[in-house]
């Protein structure tokens, strides 16, 4: 008796349709897998809080400069943007740019929205309206 090797088939053809697809959306940052940090083709590790009084948006972006991190606000839209540029001892380093635009409250305080970058971690702060704050309610 002769024993041949099962291949399964199916599972063949779904491990080729997911690598097709990996490799076709690499290049859009929303769909590719989040990376350790800013990298080509790759997103960036973003985290989104909140406390009573602020949402936070917190991006890690080691080995960037923050006098080339981007950050806007538009029509309930956060959008953090910049480039990585080689250090000048670099010559065969490539440069290439980032984004990564995320949804947020329409509520949010414009005016007092405010961005702070240490240690390669980019900090947003976007402080909830008056209105939108939790009140405790005595009841009598």
Known sequence: ?????????????????????????????????????ATPGRSFRVDIYEDAD??????ELPGIDKGSVKVE????????????????????????????????SDDI???KVGARMENGLLTVSLPKPEV???RRITVG
Do not use: C, Q
């Open 1 to 37: 008796m002769r024993l041949i090797k099962y291949e399964n088939l199916y599972e063949n053809a779904l491990n080729e349709f997911e690598r097709f697809f990996d490799r076709a959306l690499s290049d859009f940052g929303r769909f590719s897998p989040l990376g350790s940090g």
């Open 54 to 59: 602020t949402y936070y948006v917190t991006a």
């Open 73 to 104: 606000l538009e029509n309930a839209v956060l959008t953090i943007s910049g480039e990585h540029r080689p250090a000048a001892g670099e010559k065969d380093a490539p440069s290439w740019s980032f984004s990564r635009s995320i949804t947020v």
């Open 109 to 111: 305080n414009a005016e």
């Open 132 to 134: 939108r704050k939790p």
